[in-house]
């Protein structure tokens, strides 16, 4: 599964902060295309998430790891007016809203939202009018979008893990099931599940495809896989 993933959930004491600078950084990916202020924003986000106490200056943060001057700055414009004029700006600009609404449909990055936005797709509808414009994964992206927005409770996460490791393990006790991601490290709940699945006899030299194929038939068999996004020899994405 592919979701968008935050830094913050709404219990952290610096949420507020963290979704401006997360949205900040989506802008920057998906519209300007600008990787490292991408990047700057997402790690300041993620230091302020880690901070267990309410930030209450810019100048505070500045002594978080990650956190510049600019990112300080505009956490002291929050602070002060409780918004930001970057975000209003982008808020009031078309394009940049349907690019940022566009790449949140599975399969779809930010040079086919430009190219969606440039032939007059702006919305979800357009999309669903315009469906021969997307390949398989962005088609069943769009088809689950609600689906894929939604978080999942880590407690949903353990009752697909106890189904993961009985239907897999019916056909050869010998495989290992993992769950990763922010599951492993603790998160309350979680954009996607990422599960490792490893076998004693899935090694650098062998043959995956079968040994892959047949788990994935197996989790279909059972209705935990409902669409299949894309499988290789040694991962695979569904839905």
């Known amino acids: 599964m592919s979701k968008r993933k935050n830094p913050s959930d709404e219990s952290n004491p610096n949420h507020e902060f963290c979704e401006f600078l997360s949205e900040l950084a989506e802008y920057e990916k998906n519209v300007n295309r600008n990787i490292y202020k991408y990047s700057a924003y997402r790690k300041a986000a993620s230091a302020l998430s880690s901070h267990p106490i309410r930030i209450t200056s810019g100048k505070e943060a500045r002594a978080l790891h990650g956190v510049g001057d600019k990112i300080a700055k505009k956490i002291d414009e929050f602070l002060q007016t409780g918004k930001l004029q970057k975000l209003e700006n982008i808020h009031n600009d078309a394009s940049s809203v349907a690019i940022n609404l566009l790449t949140r449909v599975s399969g779809i990055g930010p040079a086919k939202a430009r190219q969606l936005v440039d032939d007059g797709i702006a919305t ?81 030299k062998s043959s995956k495809s079968d040994l892959l194929e047949g788990v994935v038939r197996t989790l279909e068999k059972c209705g935990l896989i409902t669409e299949r996004l894309s499988l290789g020899n040694t991962k695979f994405m569904v839905s």
Do not use: M, W
Request: contains cysteine; negative net charge.
């Open 124 to 204: 979800l509808d357009d999309l669903k009018k315009n469906v021969d414009k997307l390949n398989h994964h962005q088609t069943i992206g769009l088809k689950h979008f609600e689906d894929f927005e939604r978080k999942i409770p880590r407690s949903e996460i353990e009752s697909i893990e106890k189904i993961l490791r009985e239907e897999i393990c019916k056909s050869d006790a010998e495989y290992k099931i993992t769950i990763c991601g922010s599951y492993r490290r603790g998160k309350s709940e979680s954009g996607d599940i990422d599960t490792l699945i490893t076998h004693p006899s899935f090694t650098s």
